[in-house]
């Protein structure tokens, strides 16, 4: 024994993690109020028709609204750059793509309404992004450590999957009507909410590694080993 203890590896990895959570669930957030100014700055009552209407060309704020999708979009990346999800980037492709291709006028969707290819691409990546969306949540749920974190995943999940199946078949079998807006926006709300907390537990975790490992580097392995993290 010589009396010199090993010293834990530098904490530049859990920085940058830290990092990565923390923008990620802002541009998350900050993409969202983006897209919220452009639906307010369209014509007509904001909590009327599809949120996407929005985004349609020559509309005040269409393309902003677009670009909000497209940071949201870069958000949903970055967490699942953070998390390793595959779900996660699947799901941040189809919104890229969503905000990429805007629908036409009033959004039509078969088989009520006339639509063209741009529609049915912008609606499918939509509708395919939010079932993707529903996957990680519950994937998030089911294999998670932290308390906080599968607290978030399950509400989230629990309010998705059934407001989102109403939805669905809402739009299958009625169409425009107001109850299918009022829970679109239900369910983009409760996405939002979902990927921003998720970020900032991820960021939580962050500094609680950075603090765990400052305290082994002062009191070395025997108080690592008695005070480690389960």
């Given at each position: 024994m010589t009396g010199t203890q090993e010293r834990p590896a530098p904490s530049q990895s859990v920085r940058a993690a830290r990092l990565l959570a923390g923008a990620s669930a802002g541009a998350v957030l900050g993409g969202a109020v983006i897209m919220l100014a452009g639906l307010v700055a369209a014509p007509g009552p904001w909590w009327q028709g599809y949120v996407s209407e929005a985004?349609?060309?020559g509309l005040p704020?269409?393309?902003l609204y677009r670009a909000g999708l497209i940071v949201l979009a870069v958000g949903v990346a970055g967490l699942g750059l953070r998390l390793r999800a595959v779900l996660l980037l699947v799901a941040a492709g189809l919104a890229a793509v969503s905000g990429a291709v805007p629908c036409t006028g009033g959004c039509p969707l078969p088989p009520f309404e006339a639509s063209t290819g741009a529609d049915v691409v912008h609606a499918g990546a939509a509708i395919l992004g939010m079932v993707v969306l529903a996957g990680a949540m519950a994937e998030h749920w089911m294999i998670t450590r932290d308390r906080a974190a599968r607290w978030v995943s399950g509400i989230a999940v629990a309010i998705t999957v059934p407001v989102g199946g109403a939805l669905g078949l809402i739009m299958l079998f009625a169409g425009r009507v107001m109850l299918g807006a009022a829970l679109e926006r239900l369910l983009l709300v409760v996405a939002v909410a979902w990927l921003v907390g998720l970020g900032l537990t991820l960021l939580r975790s962050s500094v609680i590694v950075e603090l765990w490992r400052k305290e082994v580097s002062r009191n070395g392995?025997?108080?690592?080993?008695?005070?480690?993290?389960?």
């Open positions: 985004g349609v060309a704020l269409a393309g392995w025997l108080t690592w080993n008695r005070r480690s993290p389960r």
